[in-house]
């Protein structure tokens, strides 16, 4: 054993007392000894740790917050700053085109300063406004008098301005700036006239501390009257707001919107109003046009926009108008309503759906009539009402049809279609189902194509002749594994007809299918005194059946045999429905069809026996 001198045990009973007495004054310090460095080291870490995510829901609650209210500072915008009144500002003025007059919103119009053609290289500058006395807040204590402004909350305030233009002109209208958004409306007015009156109504939605700005606005904005050089000489209204540029901190005291509202109203006439050209250039405006095809005919329709939604109620474009077409462009947004046209009609869009109903007129069947319908990303709906203006045995009908999209299904439908009509059907997709509705007249090939998915041709050999000369419906099908191609035709096989069609039908991983288009019917019964079923009526409560051109009319009786769909378009099984009269001595069923019926694919046709519905009729 050994001992230590005196000398040698004061420096180790020195460090264990300092030991002891750390301990005492940091209770949650380390008792580590020597020997086990690496349990100090994890001990520190998993203090760290906890310290960490002790606070880091409050820094994540205050980031919200500071998030929060930075957008609500700078989410508007703040025209004062954006809009110097000591600068000048230039307005974004399309290359072509003449200011003859510009409103003052005083109910009258002035000359435009730029009343001349601006090149694209040529600019077009508003002066600075004249400097105006503002009143300053001044301290109490300068004994000076004190000028109070009394906040109240922000009401909107409008200014309007109407414009007359020539309706035997083709009609412009255009919007170029940041601030040139909001809605545009052509509809037909009440009054007759020879004049197309436009108005323009501009809202902001508040006002600052001087209850000036409003009138800045207007002073930095032009709408004007224009004209489009060419051999058309087209006229309209331009909406023009300046271009800007953000600068140095953005001071947001006061949050603006601004709001265009346009309205067209084209003149009233006892003949259908037939306007040479219609051309909108507006990218984020929406757009409406709610003319109706009977009382408005353009010639040619071009709408373009971006960022709005552009829908039509009823558009008719005339066949005089050799070599114009119909055009709709938009982007991220959609193309809805019903278009009428006799040559070409093109919907185009992106990330955005369409969803519409044309309805395409030919009058010469050796140039087809056509219609292409693009989107990304987003589904197509069309509903294609086909008809031959001048019918005849040796000019039937061309149509043409193309929908193209990425990521989404395509659904069309064609209710209506000349017999021995032409039809040129493409429908490209991906990701997307595809379900194509054809009229009974149809007769041509088919080819349907995908990939880990089904393709369906759903017909059926009972359809009803579209000429009623009791032909039958043939098809020849050859399926694969994700293809489907064939031909169909009436009556017996002669070969391939001058009038057959070509449908193609192309997607992936989604299914492809093609049937007949049917309508909706339902069922309806006529009673005897006693309240016993005494006939079946096919029942036809599709709102488009009068533009079906069926001889079966509403309501009107049918005879044993024929056929009915159950329910509606949603259900593709064909159904018997078999009415049983409430007669002892008659107890036999009385099979009830309707023409327009689901069918299912070509090899397992199948009926099935539905009593229930009828037996209720007897109720």
């Known amino acids: 054993m050994v001992r230590l001198a005196g000398e040698e045990k004061e420096p180790l009973l020195e460090a264990y007392t300092d030991d002891i007495e750390s301990l005492k004054t940091n209770p949650n310090a380390d008792p580590v000894a020597p020997e086990d460095p ?5 001990a520190r870490r998993c203090r760290r740790r906890r310290r960490f995510f002790h606070f880091l829901p409050f820094a994540l609650l205050a980031l919200v917050f500071i998030g929060v209210r930075h957008y609500k500072r700078l989410g508007k915008t703040n025209l004062s700053r954006l809009f110097p009144e000591d600068e000048p500002h230039r307005l974004p003025i399309v290359p072509g085109v003449t200011l003859e007059h510009c409103t003052n919103w005083k109910g009258d119009q002035e000359d435009g300063d730029g009343a001349a053609v601006f090149k694209g290289e040529d600019g077009y500058y508003i002066p600075p406004r004249p400097k105006r006395l ?3 807040r001044k301290p109490f204590s300068t004994g000076s008098p004190v000028i109070q402004v009394i906040k109240t909350e922000s009401q909107p305030i409008t200014s309007s301005a109407e414009f007359s233009l020539d309706a035997d002109k083709p009609l412009f209208f255009v919007s170029r700036g940041g601030f040139s958004h909001g809605h545009i409306t052509v509809r037909q007015s009440e009054d007759e006239s020879t004049d197309v009156k436009t108005t323009v109504t501009v809202t902001t939605d508040g006002q600052d501390d001087s209850g ?14 224009i004209k489009k050089d060419g051999e058309d000489e087209a006229t309209g209204v331009g909406i023009f707001t300046p271009e800007w540029r953000r600068r140095g901190p953005h001071k947001c005291r006061r949050r603006h919107k601004v709001n265009f509202l346009v309205t067209v109203e084209l003149p009233k006439s006892k003949d259908p109003l037939e306007i040479e050209s219609l051309v909108t250039d507006m990218p984020i405006f929406s757009q409406a046009l709610l003319t109706k095809s009977e009382a408005v005919s353009f010639e040619s329709l071009h709408l373009n926009g971006a ?5 039509a109620l009823v558009l008719k474009s005339t066949q005089d108008a050799a070599g114009k077409n119909v055009t709709v462009h938009n982007s991220n947004a959609a193309i809805e309503g019903s278009f009428k046209a006799s040559n070409l009609v093109v919907l185009r869009t992106e990330n955005a759906h369409i969803d519409v109903s044309l309805e395409l007129e030919n009058a010469n069947s050796t140039k087809p009539t056509t219609a292409s319908l ?3 990303n987003a589904r197509i709906i069309s509903k294609n009402t086909l008809t031959a203006t001048d019918w005849s045995e040796d000019n039937t009908g061309n149509f043409s049809v193309f929908a193209g999209t990425k990521h989404a299904r395509v659904q069309l439908t064609f209710p209506s279609a000349p017999v021995n009509s032409t039809l040129d059907l493409t429908a490209d997709t991906a990701l997307g189902s595809i379900d194509a509705a054809l009229h009974p007249t149809y007769e041509g090939e088919f080819f349907l194509t995908t990939s880990l998915a089904k393709a369906d041709v759903l017909l059926s050999a009972d359809e009803v002749d579209p000429e009623r000369r009791d032909r039958k419906r043939s098809a020849l099908t050859h399926p694969m594994r994700s293809e489907v191609y064939g031909e169909t035709w009436w009556g017996d096989y002669q070969g391939k007809q001058k009038h057959w069609g070509n449908v193609k039908l192309k997607t992936a991983l989604s299914s492809v299918t093609l049937r007949r288009w049917d309508e909706i019917v339902h069922l309806s ?8 079923v005494k006939a079946i009526h096919c029942d036809r409560t599709d709102d488009d ?19 009915i769909p159950r329910g509606t378009h949603k259900e593709q099984t064909p159904v018997i429905v078999e009415a049983l009269q409430n007669r002892p001595d008659n107890p036999s069923p009385i099979p009830i069809r309707c023409p327009g019926a689901y069918s299912r694919p070509w090899s397992s046709l199948a009926f099935v026996r539905v009593l229930t519905p009828l037996l209720t009729l007897n109720k």
């Open 374 to 376: 693009l989107t990304t």
């Open 545 to 563: 059946a009068r533009e079906v051109g069926w001889e079966l009319g509403m309501m009107q009786e049918l005879t044993p045999g024929t056929r």
């Open 525 to 532: 019964s006529r009673r005897d005194q006693a309240g016993r």
């Open 212 to 225: 000036h700005w409003h009138e800045h606005f207007l002073d930095v904005v032009r709408v004007c009257k």
């Open 38 to 42: 690496c349990a100090a080291d994890a």
């Open 134 to 136: 503002v009143a300053v």
């Open 307 to 311: 960022f709005a939604q552009i829908y």
